[in-house]
């Protein structure tokens, strides 16, 4: 292959005498373990990112799921009832000390991918050291779960830094067998579990690859093992306890997903590992370039894999093989995005498993790619799907948000004199009027009954209580029509809400709101004549 013998011969003169461009990115590289170089790198792509997002989304409010996080934290709990907690948690710890703004969610969500990327350094540095550690990184920023996953962030995205952490505890208390690093590898397994009921097939990995790992009897003839089980049944006790005192519905949600049959698992099974091979691939053609010839030397160096990376190369089979297993098994759902979080693994093993060297030239080429992505993705991309949300919108009306907050909130004031307390309806609209009204007013309806289209319960319609709908949501519209024949004093009232974009219109929705007074208001009940009066003093 003539291509690579000239690729390498000119790696190996770039290296011996590089352009003077590649002075400053040299002496980065020089840095990696002075320890100053990973910091940057990780510091630039979380701003990069962010501001990319801030671009992105101008004017487009936040994700439905990243609003639903916040939601449930602004109540601490040990469980909710459709997601395991660790999201919220997350969510309400950073907006104990961030604003509520668009910005700082989106800055929530690069700093958790950015931690995610530093505990998938700690791993790596088990096994190599200098440039390759970086080349770890910038293979998976070549990735789309780091930035575009990792933006919505959610029970999937918040998995990012949680499986990475809990695999270096592992790691290292298989390898020491120390009770510190056994407690550790509990609580951080303990935390995976709390984001995610997916993260059982990590620990499960974890169980596969110490049995079939040839030191299993020192590991578990020790006390590293018992040590951390213990230590991470301790941790999940509070929430053990929260799904045996309530029910356990988090099971349920999670159970929903169950509902298929061979057919349709073998879809999904191919699905997801296509899914996965899509999410790589980018990065897997790089390095079939820096590799080159030195392809080859893969079964020989698979098979001088070091005692480490063979427990690594376990845990990561198990991590694809174990939910396969499962959704052929029981018929559940297998997106992709479910697995994206376990990508860095794969990398890992790629990188620091080739006992070949990598020449720095090609680690300066992939620095010079992932900063060309990202200038090109702020520069260019940011901006042009930001005028083409605009004018075309989100199928979830996201842009529109902000707006339809904003607009229910005045008109319950004009109407009670009172802040807005509680809201409901569209799910999205609910969690947005919560975090973009300045009331900020509490999701009425309990996440157990989040898709039966129940009725409120008397004591929150008797505080007062309002609800959203877009136009032409069948389910939300009847369910509203449901609530006022129960109501008895309320308002409904129709307005028109429009995008904006840096002083630009853009794309119209009608919204449909109920407003149910608190009973002591005084507030009379309208007929259909006033209502439909009412209906006209929107923004139309």
Avoid at 82 to 111: C, E, N, R
Wanted: contains cysteine; glycine residues 8%.
């Amino acid at each position: 292959m003539p291509i690579d013998f000239a690729l390498q011969a000119m790696a190996e003169r770039s290296d011996r005498a590089p352009a003077r461009w590649r002075g400053p990115l040299l002496r980065w590289l020089d840095g990696v373990e002075a320890g100053w170089a990973m910091p940057l790198l990780i510091a630039c792509f979380i701003a990069m990112w962010t501001l990319y997002l801030v671009i992105a989304y101008a004017g487009g409010g936040l994700h439905p799921d990243t609003l639903e996080a916040w939601t449930l934290g602004r109540n601490f709990a040990f469980g909710y009832h459709k997601h395991p907690p660790l999201m919220g948690w997350v969510a309400a710890s950073w907006t104990s000390v961030f604003p509520l703004s668009d910005w700082s969610l989106q800055l929530m969500a690069m700093a958790n991918a950015g931690l995610a990327l530093v505990f998938v350094d700690c791993v790596a540095r088990q096994f190599v050291t200098g440039h390759k550690r970086i080349l770890v990184l910038l293979l998976l920023m070549l990735t789309p779960a780091y930035q575009f996953h990792a933006q919505r962030f959610n029970a999937n995205s918040v998995l990012l830094a949680t499986w990475p952490l809990a695999t270096w505890c592992f790691l290292r208390a298989f390898e020491s067998r120390g009770a510190g690093w056994a407690i550790a590898a509990g609580c951080a397994t303990a935390l995976a579990m709390v984001g995610k009921y997916y993260s059982i097939f990590l620990v499960t990995s974890f169980a596969f690859a110490a049995l079939a790992h040839p030191a299993r009897r020192v590991y578990f003839t020790s006390a590293s093992p018992w040590i951390s089980a213990v230590t991470g049944l301790a941790v999940l006790s509070p929430h053990i306890y929260w799904l045996a005192t309530t029910g356990a519905s988090t099971f349920s949600y999670a159970l929903t997903h169950a509902n298929g049959n061979a057919l349709s698992s073998l879809s999904e099974v191919k699905n997801f590992l296509l899914g996965l091979v899509a999410a790589i691939s980018v990065a897997a053609v790089v390095w079939v370039f820096i590799a080159g010839t030195r392809l080859k030397q893969f079964p020989a160096d698979f098979a001088a894999m070091n005692s480490g990376l063979r427990l690594l190369f376990y845990v990561a089979i198990g991590t694809i093989v174990l939910p396969v297993l499962t959704s052929l098994a029981l018929g559940t759902d297998l997106p992709s995005l479910w697995a994206l979080q376990g990508l860095f693994l794969f990398v890992v093993l790629i990188v620091c498993g080739a006992r070949y060297p990598i020449e720095r030239f090609y680690t300066v080429n992939v620095t010079v790619i992932v900063s060309g992505v990202a200038l090109v993705a702020v520069l260019v991309a940011a901006p042009i799907h930001a005028v083409y949300r605009n004018i075309n919108g989100y199928e979830e009306g996201r842009n529109l948000y902000q707006q339809a907050a904003s607009e229910l909130t005045r008109q319950w004031r004009e109407l009670t004199g009172e802040p807005l307390g509680a809201v409901s309806g569209d799910d999205a609209l609910a969690f947005a009027t919560a975090f973009y009204s300045p009331d900020h007013p509490h999701y009425a309806r309990t996440f157990e009954r989040q898709y039966d289209w129940g009725l409120p319960r008397k004591a929150v319609l008797d505080r007062g209580w309002a609800a959203l709908c877009f136009q032409g949501q069948d389910d939300c519209g009847r369910w509203m029509e449901v609530v006022s024949s129960h109501a008895g004093n309320f308002v409904r009232r129709e307005f028109t809400v429009q995008a904006s974009l840096w002083g630009r219109h853009g794309v119209r929705r009608k919204v449909v709101a109920l407003i149910v007074p608190p009973r002591a208001n005084g507030v009379l009940p309208v007929t259909a004549a006033q209502d439909f009066s009412a209906s006209k003093r929107g923004l139309e």
